[in-house]
């Protein structure tokens, strides 16, 4: 069973993309990477995923999109669940300019028999998507007490965000159910020169290009895992904003 995170830019920008693979019970890196344009991600994920082979695709963007105007009910419910940690997301609705990349990239998941997976039978083999959050997912798996703000700031106080990010993926998800092994990061991902081996950090990005870099793959990693950890534990550890018909975010439950 594979795990594609996809950190999906919703209008414009590179979009995070991070492959893990299940085998001897635990979670492994196969590939990071970061694409432009949507066919050369789906081509990505061809390269990835043969068409028959199970897997989950993790995809942090809304997907599912019925509502004119306003906010999807889902999108309401991460501020209710997860406001006070500053993790409401933002608000999506099909006027919005990014409604028809995000809602179109779903399909052409879907029409590679990529189902929504709102409900799911733990363990299972198949081909699934699903519409993850990292936000939210970090405040529960890292145990924290409001989300990690690299994505806004002034450059050097991105810069301690994000490597503080980086440090609870390495100390923690590996400690997890799924367990991730990051013990050969750097091994198992040539293609991506941000990242080092072992337990250090990788090199703080000195621009706001790099960090961005960085940025995007940190959250496919993230969103990879989100998408194994519903997998492994479907509802049982695992909290569904939303439905099928309105759009759903899964979000892992605290340990």
Known sequence: MKFIGIDLGWSSGPSGL??????????????????????????????????????????????????????????????????RYHAGCYPANLSRPFAQKTVEFGLSLEARGFVHAPTITAQELGRYQIEVYPHPATINLFQLERIIKYKKGKLAERQLELMKLYQYILDILPTLKPSLNLANLANKNQRSS?????????????????????????????????????WYWGIERNLVLGDRTNGYIVIPQGR
């Open 194 to 230: 941000a990242f080092i081996s072992g337990s250090k950090l990788p090199e703080i990005p000195t621009t706001t290009a790099t960090l961005k870099a960085l940025e995007d793959q940190l959250d496919a990693l993230l969103c990879a895992y989100i998408g194994a950890h519903w």
């Open 18 to 83: 991070c492959c893990l693979n299940w085998e001897n019970n635990q979670l492994q890196l196969i590939e990071c990477d970061r694409l432009l344009a949507t066919n050369d991600i789906l081509t990505w994920i061809d390269t990835q995923i043969s068409p028959t082979e199970p897997a989950l695709i993790a995809v942090d963007a809304p997907t599912i999109i019925s509502n004119p105007s306003g906010m999807r009910l889902a999108d309401k419910l991460t501020h209710k669940h997860f406001g």
